[in-house]
């Protein structure tokens, strides 16, 4: 069974950057797919980006797109989400995800773990 644990949230003026962590403490990274999302209060969770296993496939929400960067070390068993030109929208509480194939990350059908969270607030 996978455990994921977020770090790398905070506040930020607008304009800035953060880059949050998930380290994973099972086995098999490598062979999930990873995926971050975000909720912001009074809104359901949303999907963010996510990467496969094979590592040159990644795909991002129309809103992050261009701003926002998925990566992943498995040798380090960590993904990493780079978030450029961050907006006051981009405020929520971010989670990554793991699961077998895009299609059921994207759809969240088909996760297994959820990371417990970390906060990023956006200033304007």
């Known amino acids: 069974q996978v455990q994921l644990v977020e770090s790398g949230g905070g506040l930020v003026p607008a304009g800035g950057s953060l880059r949050l962590s998930c380290v994973s403490s099972?086995?098999?990274?490598?062979?999930?797919?990873m995926g971050w999302f975000r909720q912001a209060p009074g809104k359901e969770r949303e999907f963010v980006a996510v990467?496969?296993?094979?590592?040159?496939?990644?795909y991002y929400a129309d809103s992050v797109n261009g701003r926002f960067t998925i990566s992943r070390d498995n040798a380090k068993n960590t993904v990493y989400l780079q978030m450029n030109s961050l907006k006051p929208e981009d405020t929520a509480v971010y989670y990554c995800?793991?699961?077998?194939?895009?299609?059921?990350?994207?759809?969240?059908?088909?996760?297994?773990?959820w990371g417990q969270g970390t906060q990023v607030t956006v200033s304007s």
């Open positions: 995800a793991a699961g077998k194939t895009i299609q059921t990350v994207i759809s969240t059908n088909g996760i297994d773990a």
């Open positions: 990467r496969g296993w094979i590592s040159s496939r990644a």
């Open positions: 099972g086995q098999s990274f490598s062979r999930y797919v």
